[in-house]
Nanobody
Framework: QVQLVESGGGLVQPGGSLRLSCAAS????????MAWYRQAPGKQRELVAV???????RYTDSVKGRFTISRDNAKNTVYLQMTSLKPEDTAVYYC??????????????WGQGTQVTVSS
């Protein structure tokens, strides 16, 4: 069982920056596609950024140029560097891992979420 623990959320002013971290347990991190999702109250959960096992990244249009997803396989950690934050970025941010487990298939794991609030 893969455990994901997010950290780094908090209250920031518009235009500020914040770095989220997601620490993963287990030995499957390097072969896992990692992603950040977010969910604002009353809204659907939204894919924010994804990084695959080759380091290729994708972002939702609203965060392009402002957010950067990265991974450190040696530390089993994925990061989301957020800059130029806007009130619309306010949400609970979730870490997600999709992992190919031999003889099992692709497993999907979620962290508990960390609150990001952008407000003056």
């Amino acid at each position: 069982q893969v455990q994901l623990v997010e950290s780094g959320g908090g209250l920031v002013q518009p235009g500020g920056s914040l770095r989220l971290s997601c620490a993963a347990s287990g030995s499957t991190f390097s072969r896992s596609t990692m992603a950040w999702y977010r969910q604002a109250p009353g809204k659907q959960r939204e894919l924010v950024a994804v990084i695959n096992t080759s380091g290729t990244t994708r972002y939702t249009d609203s965060v392009k140029g402002r957010f950067t997803i990265s991974r450190d396989n040696a530390k089993n950690t994925v990061y989301l560097q957020m800059t130029s934050l806007k009130p619309e970025d306010t949400a609970v941010y979730y870490c997600n891992a999709q992992t190919l487990v031999p003889l099992t298939g692709i497993s999907d794991y979620w962290g508990q979420g960390t609150q990001v609030t952008v407000s003056s």
